[in-house]
């Protein structure tokens, strides 16, 4: 799975500007916003949420079916909203479960073979510039490579390994569903954070930096800054992004406390 990754950042130099660039600056204007402001906005980003898996979804079923994939997308956004709280609890809980299995596959990383190398780039060289098909061609073959190797990768994980992912996973469900706006500050503030950190390597590739090396190398480091700017986006959330009290209705038990208009309080200093 490391290996992929590290594979895709040598070959990442031959990639159109347009493919690093645009979804750079995209992820992290939008990571940003989801990051600090999540919080706020979250029926809009769950619905955007649904939205996309409902057309990723649609897109599979249908087969490029255009009014199939619009009618799922607006299905799944729908739903999403309605199941507000279900979505954001999930979500939680998938996030604590990928970032666990991230951790303890990078912990196990030494013990497995060196991923194969995929023909489709295996002999691109550093000199040659790819068109935007061609890069979307190849980030797409990647991508399924990096698909395989984490099953490959998790059938090789210890039993103990499943049973913190599942811990993991079943701690954030407990949080969300006794501290429901607690869990959703830490949902979209790692959610955002994952984000940014997509953008920025992004960016850096087009850069012609090596932003994945150095991230493997300084892995403890960079571990602490995302567990920092998680908590902080968290903070400022539940700092900023209040959620306004909903006013007991009225009864008519305290309507007929009130004196009427017009007429006079009687007291017992009158009589």
Not at 75 to 97: D, M, P, R, S
Not at 133 to 150: C, G, L, P, R, Y
Not at 156 to 184: D, G
Not at 187 to 216: D, Q, R
Request: proline share 4%; charged share 10%; hydrophobic share 55%.
């Amino acid at each position: 799975m490391f290996n992929i990754c590290l594979n895709f950042e040598h070959q990442a130099g031959s990639f159109s500007s347009i493919v690093l660039i645009i979804p750079g600056l995209i992820a992290v204007i939008a990571g940003l916003f989801v990051w600090i402001g999540g919080l706020g906005f979250r029926r809009t980003l769950i619905a955007i949420v649904g939205a996309v898996a409902g057309a990723v979804l649609g897109l599979f079923i249908s087969g490029r079916n255009p009014l199939l994939i619009i009618t799922s997308a607006f299905i799944a956004a729908f739903a999403a909203v309605v199941l507000e709280k279900i979505i954001i609890t999930v979500i939680t809980a998938l996030l604590a479960a990928i970032l666990a299995f991230t951790v303890l596959t990078a912990l196990n990383v030494e013990s497995y073979p060196n991923a194969p190398q995929n023909p489709q780039y295996q002999n691109t060289g550093d000199n040659v510039t790819l068109s935007t098909k061609q890069s979307i061609e190849m980030i797409n073959a990647f991508a399924m490579d990096f698909t395989n190797q984490v099953k490959n990768d998790s059938r090789k994980l210890p039993p103990y390994a499943w049973i913190i992912i599942a811990a993991s996973a079943l701690m954030f469900v407990f949080v969300a569903f006794y501290f429901w706006r607690l869990a959703s500050a830490l949902c979209c503030a790692t959610l955002g954070t994952i984000i940014i950190f997509a953008g920025m390597i992004s960016l850096l590739l087009y850069k012609g930096a090596a932003p994945i090396t150095h991230i493997f190398n300084n892995n403890a480091f960079y571990g602490i800054v995302f567990a920092a700017m998680t908590a902080f986006g968290a903070i400022i959330q539940l700092a900023l992004c209040k959620i306004p009290e909903k006013q007991a209705p009225k009864t008519s038990h305290s309507k007929d406390k009130k004196s009427e208009p017009g007429k006079k309080t009687v007291s017992w200093r009158t009589h």
